[in-house]
């Protein structure tokens, strides 16, 4: 069950590693672009290369689709990047159905666990395969794998990693429970857990009163999506990279408070944070294309 990128790379996983995957569940079709043509999900478009019967309910309560669903008699459900489910549909499995969280559990529960991982400056974290329970991300753990985030990582090249290590994390999940011998592990008690909620225009918002570092994680863990945005003499914009930069000369530039912007109007755009400045390398105006600070300079005014 899954339905965007990050879940193709383990279903094709399972399907090269030759296991009887006798259906797959994805979202329904749904109208994309400009011309608003009819799309299949990527996992779509994966299970029906590979001859796999797909199911895409609209509701996971439908009495139609949950017939359809127990009529395959899975042993096994495994759940990658798709919605919340009802507990009719993940028990239904006589072994059960796991889920692949882009986190080391118990941290980072929550829709966006690989976006906050950056936000909040963390180092490493990783992927874990956990029995569905009641309660969202608290099931018994099987396995976890690690990765580092790197110091220029952004939530898109941590993504497609994570994507990789995942497929291989449910491949070795899928095989230790063919075997009979995998572990179920009690997720740990923990006071201090940090929770990746949904991402939104809300939580989205640059706050330039920050220090450099907690901005530029901020960036990086929005990039390329959602995206991080601010207002920059009253437009708004999607900014996609921020570095440090050194101090503008002149009296304004020292006294300038944080959000204040600079531009020599030809390469750069600084803007002042709680401690020192931050260059704005790639943003983007509202109906126009991602853009270099220098190319968009070469035809807009701040």
Do not use: C
């Not at 043509?37 to 994966?46: D, E, I, N």
């Not at 239904?92 to 980072?108: E, V």
């Not at 050194?246 to 912007?261: H, I, K, R, Y």
């Not at 020599?264 to 260059?279: C, E, H, M, Q």
Request: hydrophobic share 40%.
């Amino acid at each position: 069950m899954g339905t965007p990128d990050f879940a193709v790379a383990s279903l094709q996983r399972l399907i090269d590693a030759g296991k009887h995957v006798v259906a797959v569940v994805t979202a329904p079709d749904r109208p994309s672009g400009r011309g608003l043509q009819v799309v299949s999900s990527p996992v779509k478009k994966t299970a029906e290369a590979a001859g796999i019967p797909v199911l895409q309910p609209e509701k996971l309560r439908d009495p139609e689709f949950l017939e359809q669903l127990r009529s395959y008699a899975a042993d096994l459900q495994v759940v990658v990047a798709f919605r919340m489910l009802p507990e009719v549909v993940w028990a239904m499995p006589t072994i059960g159905t796991f889920n692949l969280h882009a986190s080391l559990l118990p941290q980072y529960r929550g829709a966006a666990p690989i976006n906050w991982a950056i936000i909040n400056g963390e180092t490493e974290t990783g992927a874990t395969t956990f029995f569905i329970e009641k309660e969202i991300d608290t099931g018994q753990m099987i396995f976890q794998d690690h990765e580092p985030i790197q110091p220029d990582d952004t939530a898109g090249t941590l993504h497609d990693r994570l994507m990789e290590r995942g497929a291989d994390l449910v491949r070795k999940t899928v095989d230790a429970i063919e075997a009979g011998e995998y572990p179920r592990i009690p997720q740990p008690t923990a006071t201090d857990l940090k929770p990746a909620p949904k991402l939104n225009r809300d939580n989205t918002e640059i706050n330039w009163n920050q220090p450099t570092d907690v901005v530029r994680n901020f960036v990086r863990g929005l990039t390329p999506y959602p995206s991080a945005w601010a207002m920059l003499n009253e437009k708004f914009f999607k900014i996609y990279g921020v570095s440090e930069a050194t101090e503008p000369t002149g009296d304004a530039a020292v006294s300038a408070e944080p959000g204040q912007l600079y531009t020599d109007t030809r390469k750069v755009i600084l803007v002042r944070v709680a401690d020192g400045w931050l260059s704005i390398d790639q943003l983007q105006a509202e109906g126009k294309r991602r853009m270099t600070a220098e190319e968009f300079l070469r035809g807009n005014r701040l």
